[in-house]
């Protein structure tokens, strides 16, 4: 018709593992209906890629699998861009997928969320509330068995110190404790006290893992480094859980030399996180015993779970997405050549490819 204005086409994003809050966030954040989301509760996996046929770009979370057989079924669906709505990922075969199809991610969406839930799991461990509040439903109000430790003049080790490893060591040492870092890459005039890795194993009293997931620190807490650790040290893992390998873990415990461990993240964490299986027999033998020891506490990779933080996510992934496709270019990509280098040569002002 002359005259009339034709509309965009809508950029289409298939959006897997969707949450109730996930939908809640997300449609918020696109109110104005820009883009068209299609939701799926399933895992992307090999089996589900063909749900996002006919799309231009997927939502993925960290429990999606984006191996080399998955990334080259989603380009032969037509996908061109893999949003992350998390700052990790390690779940990504970022070397395979360089050159052929570029991804974005969060980098940072609410570090304090992150660094708060890592002091709440601590308190509730050392101060024993998980169990007060247990008996106290049963109206048992005995304190025995619920002597803690004060945080105060305590060790603490705090193994990276990105955003929210720094905001986690704000929170220590409002707590009055003593903090000793080590990370590869230390952030330099932060008046961080640094030591060897070995030194912070050595000398901690509490260890705190806020570093991503590499192949060089898989399993960086195993049964040589626990055995380096003091007797009865307590265990905070809020960043991803194959930094712990959980069998040597649950030794560690069983043999007294882990006072406590506190655990958002799991090695096995994809086929259980997330879901509800009160009323099955989960097959995963260690987590079933890890879960039953009285000294241990888990919640399920929940720490980024606050409004600001689901609201950043959301934002900030239909902004990477909006950049790519209108403006030809997104600072929050990330590739193989940036994973390599001291720094991307493209510096994201251009698509990394």
Same mark, same amino acid.
């Given at each position: 018709?002359?005259? /009339?204005?034709?509309?965009?086409?809508?950029?289409?994003?298939?959006?897997?593992?969707?949450?109730?809050?996930?939908?809640?966030?997300?449609?918020?954040?696109?109110?104005?209906?820009?883009?068209?989301?299609?939701?799926?509760?399933?895992?992307?996996?090999?089996?589900?890629?063909?749900?996002?046929?006919?799309?231009?770009?997927?939502?993925?979370?960290?429990?999606?699998?984006?191996?080399?057989?998955?990334?080259?079924?989603?380009?032969?669906?037509?996908?061109? %861009?893999?949003?992350?709505?998390?700052?990790?990922?390690?779940?990504?075969?970022?070397?395979?997928?360089?050159?052929?199809? +570029?991804?974005?991610?969060?980098?940072?969406?609410?570090? @304090?969320?992150?660094?708060? !839930?890592?002091?709440?799991? %601590? #308190?509730?461990?050392?101060?024993?509330? +998980?169990?007060?509040?247990?008996?106290?439903?049963?109206?048992?109000? *005995?304190?025995?068995? #619920?002597?803690?430790?004060?945080?105060?003049?305590?060790?603490?080790?705090?193994?990276?110190?990105?955003?929210?490893?720094?905001?986690?060591?704000?929170?220590?040492?409002?707590?009055?404790?003593?903090?000793?870092? @080590?990370?590869?890459?230390?952030?330099?005039? /932060?008046?961080?006290?640094?030591?060897?890795?070995?030194?912070? =194993?050595?000398?901690?009293?509490?260890?705190? =893992? !806020?570093?991503?997931?590499?192949?060089?620190?898989? !399993?960086?807490?195993?049964?040589?480094?626990?055995?380096?650790?003091?007797?009865?040290?307590? =265990?905070?893992?809020? *960043?991803?859980?194959?930094?712990?390998?959980?069998?040597? #873990?649950?030794?560690?415990?069983?043999?007294?030399?882990?006072?406590?461990?506190?655990?958002?993240?799991?090695?096995?964490?994809?086929?259980?996180?997330? !879901?509800?299986?009160?009323?099955?027999?989960?097959?995963?033998?260690?987590?079933?015993?890890?879960? *039953?020891?009285?000294?241990?506490?888990?919640?399920?990779?929940?720490?980024? #779970?606050?409004?600001?933080?689901? /609201?950043?996510?959301?934002?900030?992934?239909?902004?990477?997405?909006?950049?790519?496709?209108?403006?030809?270019?997104?600072?929050?990509?990330?590739?193989?050549?940036?994973?390599?280098?001291? *720094?991307?040569?493209?510096? +994201?002002?251009?698509?990394?490819?």
């Amino acid at each position: 018709m002359e005259g /009339s204005v034709e509309k965009p086409m809508k950029i289409k994003v298939a959006f897997f593992d969707a949450k109730e809050y996930d939908r809640a966030s997300f449609e918020k954040s696109n109110s104005d209906g820009e883009f068209d989301i299609r939701f799926f509760e399933t895992r992307l996996t090999e089996t589900t890629a063909k749900l996002a046929e006919g799309c231009d770009a997927v939502c993925v979370f960290v429990n999606d699998i984006l191996s080399a057989e998955v990334i080259d079924q989603l380009m032969g669906n037509g996908i061109k %861009l893999i949003a992350l709505r998390c700052a990790g990922y390690n779940n990504v075969d970022i070397e395979y997928a360089y050159r052929k199809i +570029h991804i974005v991610r969060v980098p940072a969406y609410s570090p @304090y969320a992150v660094a708060e !839930h890592a002091m709440a799991l %601590l #308190l509730t461990s050392v101060r024993r509330i +998980h169990k007060a509040f247990i008996r106290t439903k049963e109206f048992n109000f *005995s304190l025995n068995g #619920l002597t803690g430790f004060d945080l105060h003049g305590r060790t603490i080790g705090v193994v990276g110190t990105g955003r929210i490893g720094r905001i986690f060591i704000d929170i220590c040492r409002g707590f009055g404790m003593n903090v000793i870092a @080590y990370d590869k890459f230390p952030a330099g005039e /932060s008046g961080i006290t640094y030591v060897p890795l070995g030194e912070l =194993l050595e000398k901690s009293d509490i260890i705190s =893992l !806020h570093c991503p997931l590499t192949e060089e620190n898989r !399993h960086m807490v195993n049964a040589d480094t626990i055995a380096r650790m003091k007797q009865g040290v307590v =265990l905070i893992n809020t *960043s991803r859980g194959a930094l712990i390998d959980s069998v040597a #873990l649950l030794d560690g415990i069983k043999a007294r030399k882990i006072g406590a461990a506190c655990l958002d993240v799991y090695e096995e964490e994809s086929d259980v996180f997330f !879901h509800d299986f009160s009323e099955n027999i989960v097959d995963d033998d260690t987590l079933a015993r890890l879960i *039953s020891m009285p000294n241990v506490i888990v919640t399920s990779h929940q720490a980024f #779970l606050t409004e600001e933080a689901l /609201s950043n996510i959301a934002d900030t992934t239909l902004s990477n997405i909006r950049e790519y496709f209108q403006y030809n270019r997104c600072g929050n990509e990330i590739c193989y050549k940036c994973e390599n280098s001291a *720094s991307c040569l493209q510096s +994201h002002v251009a698509k990394c490819f």
